[in-house]
């Protein structure tokens, strides 16, 4: 009877430990897709996880790490503080530093219990994978890794993040999700002169998520300016665009896509309302909202077929089938041009990449038949394309500065696009 009591009681604590080590790991993988890790560490047609995704910077290309539990080339023989150390610090288990290109300034504001999940996770979730990580194509002496340390203890902050006192429940996880697990500063927040974000938090000033270059994309402000950020958005407007890619005028395009892809689509209502209770407590910065310019005449131009407009003939040609002469688009399915946010900024530059190499829509649970692309129209010679994007920035009230044939020159040559014909 002993024997039948006691196997009865070991069978039901291992019962037990099994649920809690379930519970564990799931918990970490929603927060591992709250942090949209598989982005950066999956190549394309790769293994999950297992590294080897290029990512260009400034001084050369790194290649991302296998961070897949394999003993030999993953993460297998990291202990748990190796793994706080290398994800909130950026110190490798081997002690090397590791490239910013990891957000681990953002990482650092995981919680103790979040950190804890996610380990559990990566350690007992996600298959194990022998590939070797692939070395830099920084140049020496920039390859040189030693004064990392010297950036982070100028610009890293390794506080864990802190709620925020008068400030609700929901702002204060809004807070955690975007300046923390979310990183959305790495691509919306400018960078300064050694390449840090000038802002990590709401609390550091307007600059924080106030529009970035990343990829040769402008992230745009997530502020709440008119027109160039999300001063014209509703909440409800964000979280169905975190949700699905698209509102009724405007759709994800360049890294976005996959940010909305891999993690944000499979995030719970209540952490993506969260994002957007934050992002729409964010103040304008001074002087940057857009105004729109009275007495546009392009539809009415376009209708009677006067294509004296610089860049008309080649949007009549072009973009209107899709965008329509209205510029309004299609709800859903093909973005408005007209007051769109991704247009007006100052910065030009994702005009005229989506003009250049197109574009595709995510693809999510919400409408995998509506991932509708954009063809790229790199033949077009950089004054064509100037033309165009000119057009569109400056057309239906639009009031952006025009765009030279230099600014797509600069964009053509950087990203290796396909030359202009003769």
């Not at 996610?118 to 990580?133: L, R």
């Not at 400018?190 to 000033?205: D, L, N, V, W």
């Amino acid at each position: 009877m002993k024997r039948i009591v006691l196997s009865t009681a070991v069978a039901l604590l291992m019962a037990t430990s099994a649920r809690a080590e379930t519970s564990a790991v799931d918990t970490g993988r929603a927060i591992a897709v709250a942090g949209d890790c598989i982005a950066c560490h999956t190549a394309p047609d790769g293994k999950p996880f297992a590294g080897g995704l290029p990512m260009e910077t400034p001084i050369g290309t790194i290649y991302s790490t296998n961070i897949t539990p394999d003993g030999k080339t993953g993460i297998g023989a990291y202990s748990y503080d190796d793994f706080v150390r290398a994800v909130r610090d950026g110190v490798a288990k081997d002690g090397h530093q590791l490239y910013p290109a990891m957000p681990y300034p953002s990482y650092a504001k995981v919680s103790d219990a979040d950190m804890r999940a996610m380990y559990t996770y990566f350690m007992s979730g996600v298959d194990a994978v022998e590939q070797n990580n692939r070395a830099s194509d920084i140049p020496w002496p920039l390859s040189i890794r030693w004064p990392l340390a010297v950036w982070n203890a100028v610009f890293v902050d390794t506080a864990v993040f802190q709620p925020v006192a008068g400030r609700d429940e929901t702002w204060n996880r809004g807070a955690y999700l975007v300046e923390g697990l979310g990183h959305c500063g790495s691509c919306h927040t400018p960078r300064g002169i050694g390449f840090q974000e000038k802002a990590m938090g709401f609390a550091e000033g307007s600059q924080f998520l106030a529009g970035g270059m990343i990829d040769g994309w402008f992230a745009k402000s997530l502020r709440n300016d008119k027109g160039i950020g999300l001063g014209d958005w509703s909440e409800a407007d964000i979280v169905r665009f975190l949700k699905t890619g698209r509102t009724d005028h405007t759709a994800a395009f360049g890294g976005m896509t996959e940010v909305i892809s891999h993690s944000t689509q499979h995030m719970s209502e209540s952490d993506l309302n969260a994002m957007a209770v934050y992002l729409k407590s964010l103040s304008p910065q001074s002087g940057k909202g857009y105004q729109p310019k009275a007495g546009s005449t392009t539809f009415a131009d376009l209708r009677a077929g006067n294509y004296a407009q610089r860049g008309a003939v080649a949007y009549a040609e072009y973009c209107q089938n899709c965008h329509r002469a209205d510029g309004m688009g299609a709800p859903a399915i093909f973005p408005a041009l007209a007051g769109n946010s991704a247009v007006l900024p100052d910065n030009p530059a994702s005009v005229i990449r989506i003009v250049l190499a197109g574009g595709r829509m995510p693809v999510t649970a919400d409408g995998p038949f509506r991932a509708f692309a954009m063809p790229g129209f790199a033949r077009m010679t950089d004054d064509e394309v100037a033309d165009v994007a000119t057009f569109i920035r400056t057309s239906w009230g639009n009031n952006a500065p025009a765009v030279s044939a230099q600014d797509v020159a600069k964009a053509r040559k950087a990203y290796a696009l396909i030359p202009a014909r003769p």
